[in-house]
């Protein structure tokens, strides 16, 4: 049956693949055969090949680190100091994204012994004397983190000290974080394992495991598949005795690692076992005398034991009792929210100032000005945009040499929502028409405006005698108080959208909210919305999806009737109808104001006074 050829050729693709033999040549009867092209002078290799080429250590001068976590090694020229760098990421190290603490993705601290670990072994040492963490380095989303580990000079003794930094990759001139300090020295003992030799040990009482990984997620820490590797656990009086095992989806890199920190990191989940009287989190804080002789381990045999208030001693060993590595003393410390913001670094946020502008660029610029009509309601701003954008189409189409000057008052302010919405479409032209148009936001007569344009500035502002242009500028959170009441209810339109979805996790996982409200037009009806739904309800928000479109201010408004305590409302509808300035028509301008501007007016005045008012626009503008 040749009706739906694709499927047929693909079913016969599939047995082919499985070992059965198919008579292709009965199926093409009639086809008409043709020589493939030699492609005879095409010399590039479809396979990629590795190259020593300008991007590796060694032609950058540096000697490679050979470690998943690290890239490169530098020893100074005028001491004994070396340095090794590497970047990390959730996006390069996937696994990664499986240890969050209090909804933020942390390096684990087993991931900060590893790296000592191998610092130790690049200079022939084979202890972690010491490590202490001062502070955790946070991953955000797919953004990569610089690393630094500088290891000291030898003392008397032999001692060398470590320390490992972190800075963002785009972070500029931003300072760089401490994380830890150690110091790296060489084991008195060998490591011996004795007790893993009889599996389990006698004597012992087998512990429940269920509902483990649930119960440690009540309490902050949500450990993904990578991480959740401890299979089982037996106690004998103060000691734990547990099995742990790497994951398929990790188990591969294993050999890379002397120790793989999500190994590591599950070993010593049985210390979680045994529920802490005050629920607090604790994470690891301080290493003492870590000792790791194996390498490459998949699963391992662990024994852990009192050392001290908050301290333990942990000993693992392989499948067959061999020593794998040892830990002296462990000590963990509780951790909160408020630390782990803190230690996050400044957000890639950028804000825009506005500041004076350069010198005059040319006298002789031609231009013509066009006074846009200030406004403050939909209507207005419709009016606006779609004059003005019958003048650019005009002015495209003449392909005059002169520059056209927008002029507005009060945009910059906010207090023409008209003018605002003309600069966000200006912007947009500027971009496709570079030196073809000027926005310039005044009070001042027209003499004043010769001046502004002469800058050759694309945007400015002129007021009280004075001309700025506008920059970015970094700026950072403060984190002071909370943005909204987390009993209150926050609406959030477009909810079922990528950006809202995002949004909605974050003020759950960021910012308690603990009731929301989701509207779209299809509602419950969108797809994802179910899962959803029971992703935010398992993270222990109350959360209805419901269909409504906030453009309507009649459903709106029976919406909002029956929202209890609303505090915060996120406006991120939108829709996309997108096209080049050239070809923009007023029916695709209308289509997409529509649930900005109209939505947007409706809530203001519907919606009264709230912790939380936020409106989502296009990039563009």
């Not at 292709?24 to 020593?52: E, K």
């Not at 290891?151 to 032999?158: K, M, N, Q, R, T």
């Not at 004059?387 to 000057?405: G, I, K």
């Amino acid at each position: 049956d040749h009706d739906e050829p694709l499927a047929v050729v693909e079913a016969l693709a599939r047995l082919h693949t499985l070992g059965v033999s198919v008579d292709w040549a009965t199926y093409f009867t009639g086809a008409t055969r043709v020589d493939l092209p030699t492609y005879a002078f095409q010399h590039q290799r479809y396979w990629l090949t590795t190259s020593d080429g300008a991007g590796s250590a060694a032609a950058l001068g540096l000697d490679p680190a050979e470690h998943p976590l690290l890239g490169a090694a530098l020893g100074l020229a005028d001491s004994e100091r070396v340095v090794l760098t590497g970047t990390l990421s959730t996006k390069d190290h996937g696994w990664l994204v499986d240890h969050a603490v209090l909804g933020t993705t942390l390096l684990p601290g087993a991931a900060f012994v590893e790296l000592a670990r191998r610092a130790a072994e690049h200079v022939e040492l084979d202890q972690v004397d010491e490590l202490t963490l001062h502070a955790p380095l946070v991953l955000t989303g797919d953004a990569a983190v610089r690393v630094q580990l500088e290891i000291g000079e030898p003392d008397d003794s032999g001692l060398r000290p470590l320390r490992v930094h972190s800075r963002r990759e785009s972070g500029g001139d931003e300072p760089w974080t401490h994380h830890a300090s150690g110091l790296l020295g060489t084991s008195a003992e060998p490591t011996t394992a004795d007790w893993a030799a009889s599996w389990p040990p006698a004597d012992t009482e087998p512990v429940a495991l269920d509902g483990f990984y649930d119960r440690i997620g009540d309490l902050g820490v949500d450990y993904g598949p990578a991480f959740q590797g401890l299979r089982a656990v037996w106690r004998r009086g103060d000691e734990l005795f547990a099995e742990v095992a790497l994951p398929e989806e990790v188990r591969a890199d294993a050999g890379r690692y002397g120790l793989h920190p999500a190994l590591l990191d599950a070993a010593l989940h049985a210390m979680f076992v045994p529920e802490r009287p005050d629920r607090q989190l604790v994470l690891p804080f301080s290493w003492n005398g870590v000792h790791v002789p194996g390498s490459g381990s998949t699963a391992l045999r662990v024994r852990i034991t009192p050392a001290g208030q908050d301290a333990f001693a942990v000993e693992l060993a392989d499948a067959t009792g061999a020593p794998v590595a040892s830990v002296a003393s462990l000590v963990a410390r509780p951790v909160t929210r408020e630390q782990l913001e803190v230690t996050a670094g400044p957000e890639s946020l950028y804000r825009v100032d506005w500041v004076p502008a350069p010198a005059s660029a040319s006298e002789s610029l031609q231009w013509t000005e066009l006074r846009v009509d200030p406004g403050t309601d939909p209507g207005a701003v419709r009016a606006a945009t779609q004059n003005v954008l019958a003048a650019l189409h005009e002015w495209l189409a003449d392909d005059r040499p002169e520059r056209l000057v927008v002029v507005t008052r009060g945009a910059v302010s906010g207090a023409d929502l008209a003018g605002a919405a003309v600069w966000g479409l200006v912007r947009s032209a500027q971009t496709e028409h570079p030196d073809r148009f000027v926005l310039i936001d005044t009070d001042e007569p027209d003499p004043a405006l010769h001046a502004a344009v002469a800058t050759g500035e694309p945007q400015l502002a002129l007021h009280d005698g004075a001309i700025t242009v506008p920059r970015l500028t970094k700026t950072t959170t403060s984190g002071e108080g909370r943005l909204f009441d987390p009993d209150g209810t926050v609406l959030i339109t477009g909810g079922t959208g990528t950006l809202s979805t995002a949004l909605a996790r974050h003020l759950v996982t960021n910012h308690d909210a603990r009731h929301l409200v989701l509207t779209s037009r299809r509602g419950p009806a969108a797809p994802g919305a179910e899962t959803l739904h029971d992703e935010l309800t398992t993270l222990g928000a109350h959360v209805d999806i419901v269909a409504c479109d906030a453009t309507d201010r009649d459903a709106l408004t029976d919406l909002l009737t029956g929202i209890p305590r609303l505090t915060g409302v996120i406006h991120a509808a939108g829709v996309l109808d997108d096209s080049t300035i050239d070809t923009l028509t007023p029916e695709q301008l209308d289509t997409v104001l529509r649930p900005k501007v109209d939505a947007a007016w409706n809530l203001h005045e519907l919606t009264g006074d709230l912790d939380l008012f936020v409106l989502f626009s296009s990039v563009a503008s």
